[in-house]
């Protein structure tokens, strides 16, 4: 049996989503999701939103985000090249999904998962500092407070995109990423991250259930994928994503049946300006945890 009323991954202003939060569930009711989770990148401040304007709606919601990792394996050439990526992400990105925390209820274990992520939250701001001054030197004066002002919960480099834009650098956000801010380019800088088996560790012990990312990015094979993601304690792989052509999405599913995971789906909604829009993504249900189950 299939379904296509499940998104669990979506982004708002909280940290590089275009729209508010109350937009994100208008948008996700009406395209038939009925299970939806917002995962901002490393911040679990819009929550309380999400809970309200879900609970409005009758939609079902998972408080999750969408945490940055340490890059787990290099990256292969092939497999690069068959997604037609031209160079690997800089960071893995693992999914927490925490499906029986209660948004605005006391939960010690959840708070404690909060806590150790916070630094890592935090040190967002200084790397973006230092990427406005990399720009500025490089005759691209930008200043680093309007960035970090445009989020509400975690900066990114999208809302350095943006501003580059409105101060007329690029044509648009695309083109600052690829010329300047994108991975290994001039203006990028990296930051300090956990590892993979690390941050599990951390959301298992909140009661939590990870899922790898988008794994088309990443540049690694998916059998060789599956054993990495098994090692770390991974409980599933995003196989249904936005990015993936049918063909590897039936790929991926293979390779996690066959690993013994599970597997997740998500639009990785980020607004109506990026070309793409929530749910409306066949998933087999048996493949996917039943409590993601609509």
């Known amino acids: 049996m299939w379904t296509e009323a499940v998104d669990l991954h979506s982004h708002s202003t909280h940290s590089d989503g ?17 299970v939806w989770a917002l995962t901002d990148h490393d911040t679990a401040s819009g929550w309380p939103e999400a809970w309200e304007a879900a609970r409005s ?23 690069l090249a068959r997604h037609e990526q031209e160079r690997p992400s800089a960071s893995w990105h693992l999914l927490a999904y925490f499906p029986r925390h209660v948004v605005g209820q006391p939960d010690e274990a959840v708070t404690a998962f909060l806590d150790w992520l916070a630094p890592h939250r935090e040190g967002r701001e200084p790397r973006m500092r230092a990427m406005c001054q990399r ?12 960035v970090i002002a445009r989020a509400s919960g975690s900066v990114g480099r999208p809302h ?34 956990p590892t993979l088996s690390e941050t599990v560790a951390q959301v298992k012990a909140a009661g939590g259930i990870t899922s790898l990312a988008h794994p088309r990015y990443y540049g690694v094979p998916s059998s060789v994928l599956m054993d990495l993601l098994k090692t770390a304690g991974v409980d599933a792989v995003e196989a249904v994503h936005r990015s993936h052509s049918d063909a590897y999405r039936h790929e991926l599913m293979e390779h996690a049946q066959s690993a013994g995971l599970a597997v997740s789906v998500g ?14 993504m066949p998933v087999n249900l048996t493949a996917l945890l039943s409590v993601f189950h609509p």
């Not at 639009?267 to 409306?280: C, E, L, M, Q, V």
């Open 267 to 280: 639009s990785d909604f980020h607004g109506d300006g990026y070309g793409h829009a929530p749910g409306r």
């Open 57 to 79: 709606r009758r939609l079902r919601f998972i408080p999750g985000m969408e945490i940055t990792c340490r890059v787990e394996h290099p990256a292969s050439t092939e497999e």
């Open 135 to 146: 720009l500025t030197d490089l005759g691209m004066p930008v200043d680093a407070e309007a």
């Open 160 to 193: 350095l995109a943006a501003t580059m834009v409105e101060l007329g650098y690029v044509s648009n956000k695309q083109e600052a990423f690829e010329q300047w801010i994108g991975d290994g380019l001039p203006a990028f800088v990296p930051h300090a991250l």
């Open 18 to 34: 275009a729209h508010n939060v109350n937009e994100v569930a208008d948008k996700m009711a009406e395209r038939g999701v009925k």
